[in-house]
């Protein structure tokens, strides 16, 4: 097996058509859930992803470490061309000085720059490119901070892209590095109303900004970015990365992946092998990470059978005593409160309605949804740094992601799934600490249903949160509330 670049994105394999059909068989993955996609149902597509191509021998440049462990389980030899293999010579040490060097601070403090931040670094400019799997709220934006700065400073005649998947994270991103002490004349953002073309070397964008632009855009980029590297497996996103041929610096970062193959290896392909920082239950031991407890709160319902998801779904967003368990929860709690619903007409309105025309008239209450700008959604986020004792009722598309409250109390899951990215990343909501908050609550709010042995759809949702709090070695307690009792104290 002859292994050589092809340019950024792809390798290329020089192999028989024996072992091309191998290859092609160890790295074809069936997508889940495939069946449900149109392209499936209307059988233009498998249902599955083919990593490396017969017809052009080409697999993306991250998989390296997997061609070779199938060469060695398998007895293959393989040549590598130098230029496939080239980590930097580099020292912990100096990489510990150039951010110290650097001097960023937070609400004009200088930060503390932890081991594994500094660890974290060494790693991405050693191996120049990976995927960074770090925890919300671990410290990933001074951390790319410190990587766009070294290369800021190495590439002189390219620039360097941020992804991010939203408007809301352009601008917390922007304003976190003029807050850790960069100028604005390095940096540009790129949303709807910003101008495409700049002169300014570190351009922050979301991807759907930019993904329809030809190839030829993306020449003058040297080094890429995406954070929230989860949400890359779509195929806009996998465009702009596979456009990107002469961009070697290639760093992903995420909190969690979803547990599936196929998504670790697409995203190893297009940034790099996965490198593991730290774990949250780390940062609560340490310190670094609010006090954790979550409380399952299960709701007892009457037996009832259902004929599909979404009819449950609905019985439950329209139940008058479960929002009304939620309203007295809310109204309840002490400190900032984040409600975190998934139909924004159907039940995040009537949520908000209910719980704002019963909260006492001096506590501020905030509505968040897809269709609120940029710049409203920033402005509750600030007006929320500031607050001891305020609302937010926010869909889990705006506000389960990358968002930073530093000063949040409470979360409630008043909507049931059972995603593992947004589960964590919307615990990560609450687990950042503040001058005055050392101990976050999350409500998950569950609902039995059962029909004589048949659990609820959202039932058994409730249980695969659970096993991811096991999984994450969380605290949590569980308990059963009968669906008449709508108060219950803590």
Same mark, same amino acid.
């Given at each position: 097996?002859?292994?050589?670049?092809?340019?950024?994105?792809?390798?290329?394999?020089?192999?028989?058509?024996?072992?091309?059909?191998?290859?092609?068989?160890?790295?074809?993955?069936?997508?889940?859930?495939?069946?449900?996609?149109?392209?499936?149902?209307?059988?233009?597509?498998?249902?599955?992803?083919?990593?490396?191509?017969?017809?052009?021998?080409?697999?993306?440049?991250?998989?390296?470490?997997?061609?070779?462990?199938?060469?060695?389980?398998?007895?293959?030899?393989?040549?590598?061309?130098?230029?496939?293999?080239?980590?930097?010579?580099?020292?912990?040490? *100096?990489?510990?000085?150039?951010? +110290? %060097?650097?001097?960023?601070? /937070?609400?004009?403090?200088? @930060? $503390?720059?932890?081991? #594994?931040?500094?660890?974290?670094?060494?790693?991405?400019?050693?191996?120049?490119?990976?995927?960074?799997?770090?925890?919300?709220?671990?410290?990933?934006?001074?951390?790319?901070?410190?990587?766009?700065?070294?290369?800021?400073?190495?590439?002189?005649?390219?620039?360097?892209?941020?992804?991010?998947?939203?408007?809301?994270?352009?601008?917390?991103?922007?304003?976190?590095?003029?807050?850790?002490?960069?100028?604005?004349?390095?940096?540009?953002?790129?949303?709807?109303?910003?101008?495409?073309?700049?002169?300014?070397?570190?351009?922050?964008?979301?991807?759907?900004?930019?993904?329809?632009?030809?190839?030829?855009?993306?020449?003058?980029?040297?080094?890429?970015?995406? *954070?929230?590297?989860?949400?890359? +497996? %779509?195929?806009?996103?996998? /465009?702009?990365?596979?456009? @990107? $041929?002469?961009?070697? #610096?290639?760093?992903?970062?995420?909190?969690?992946?979803?547990?599936?193959?196929?998504?670790?290896?697409?995203?190893?392909?297009?940034?790099?092998?996965?490198?593991?920082?730290?774990?949250?239950?780390?940062?609560?031991?340490?310190?670094?990470?609010?006090?954790?407890?979550?409380?399952?709160?299960?709701?007892?319902?009457?037996?009832?059978?259902?004929?599909?998801?979404?009819?449950?779904?609905?019985?439950?967003?329209?139940?008058?005593?479960?929002?009304?368990?939620?309203?007295?929860?809310?109204?309840?709690?002490?400190?900032?409160?984040?409600?975190?619903?998934?139909?924004?007409?159907?039940?995040?309105?009537?949520?908000?309605?209910?719980?704002?025309?019963?909260?006492?008239?001096?506590?501020?209450?905030?509505?968040?949804?897809?269709?609120?700008?940029?710049?409203?959604? $920033?402005?509750?986020?600030?007006?929320?740094?500031?607050?001891?004792?305020?609302?937010?009722?926010?869909?889990?598309?705006?506000?389960?992601?990358?968002?930073?409250?530093?000063?949040?109390?409470?979360?409630?899951?008043?909507?049931?799934?059972?995603?593992?990215?947004?589960?964590?990343?919307?615990?990560?909501?609450?687990?950042?600490?503040?001058?005055?908050?050392?101990?976050?609550?999350?409500?998950?709010?569950?609902?039995?249903?059962?029909?004589?042995?048949?659990?609820?759809?959202?039932?058994?949702?409730?249980?695969?949160?659970?096993?991811?709090?096991?999984?994450?070695?969380?605290?949590?307690?569980?308990?059963?509330?009968?669906?008449?009792?709508?108060?219950?104290?803590?």
């Amino acid at each position: 097996m002859q292994l050589s670049k092809h340019n950024e994105v792809y390798l290329k394999l020089d192999v028989d058509s024996g072992l091309s059909q191998e290859l092609s068989d160890y790295f074809t993955f069936e997508v889940p859930g495939a069946r449900f996609m149109p392209a499936y149902k209307k059988r233009i597509w498998d249902g599955k992803i083919r990593l490396f191509s017969r017809q052009t021998g080409k697999i993306y440049v991250g998989l390296l470490s997997y061609i070779k462990d199938y060469a060695t389980k398998n007895n293959i030899n393989i040549h590598i061309d130098e230029e496939v293999e080239n980590d930097r010579n580099i020292i912990r040490e *100096d990489v510990r000085r150039f951010i +110290k %060097s650097l001097r960023p601070k /937070s609400k004009g403090k200088e @930060l $503390e720059i932890r081991d #594994y931040q500094i660890d974290a670094v060494f790693h991405a400019l050693r191996k120049h490119r990976c995927l960074l799997i770090s925890p919300t709220a671990s410290g990933k934006s001074l951390i790319i901070y410190s990587l766009i700065r070294f290369y800021n400073l190495l590439l002189k005649d390219k620039k360097i892209l941020i992804l991010v998947p939203t408007t809301s994270l352009v601008e917390q991103m922007y304003s976190d590095f003029i807050d850790y002490g960069w100028s604005d004349e390095h940096l540009h953002r790129i949303y709807s109303g910003h101008e495409k073309v700049t002169d300014k070397p570190v351009i922050i964008s979301t991807w759907q900004s930019l993904y329809k632009f030809p190839k030829s855009y993306f020449k003058d980029f040297g080094c890429v970015v995406g *954070d929230e590297a989860h949400l890359f +497996k %779509s195929k806009s996103l996998t /465009s702009i990365l596979t456009k @990107l $041929e002469d961009c070697k #610096y290639r760093f992903g970062l995420t909190g969690t992946l979803d547990g599936t193959q196929t998504h670790k290896w697409v995203l190893e392909g297009l940034f790099g092998p996965t490198y593991k920082i730290i774990r949250t239950d780390e940062l609560m031991k340490k310190g670094y990470l609010s006090k954790l407890n979550i409380k399952v709160l299960t709701l007892k319902h009457p037996a009832r059978k259902f004929a599909n998801y979404e009819d449950e779904i609905q019985y439950l967003i329209t139940h008058t005593q479960r929002n009304n368990f939620i309203k007295n929860l809310t109204l309840d709690q002490k400190g900032n409160t984040l409600i975190l619903y998934t139909r924004v007409e159907s039940h995040g309105l009537p949520l908000f309605d209910l719980i704002n025309s019963n909260k006492e008239e001096n506590r501020k209450c905030f509505f968040v949804h897809g269709g609120v700008d940029t710049e409203d959604r $920033e402005e509750v986020r600030t007006i929320t740094e500031k607050e001891d004792n305020a609302i937010i009722i926010a869909s889990y598309g705006t506000f389960s992601t990358g968002i930073n409250i530093k000063n949040l109390h409470n979360v409630i899951f008043a909507s049931p799934n059972k995603s593992k990215i947004r589960n964590l990343q919307s615990i990560g909501r609450v687990l950042r600490k503040g001058d005055n908050k050392i101990k976050a609550t999350l409500f998950d709010i569950a609902d039995d249903i059962t029909y004589g042995s048949s659990k609820n759809y959202t039932l058994n949702h409730m249980m695969e949160r659970v096993k991811i709090y096991n999984e994450e070695n969380f605290n949590y307690e569980m308990l059963t509330i009968p669906l008449k009792k709508c108060q219950i104290n803590f």
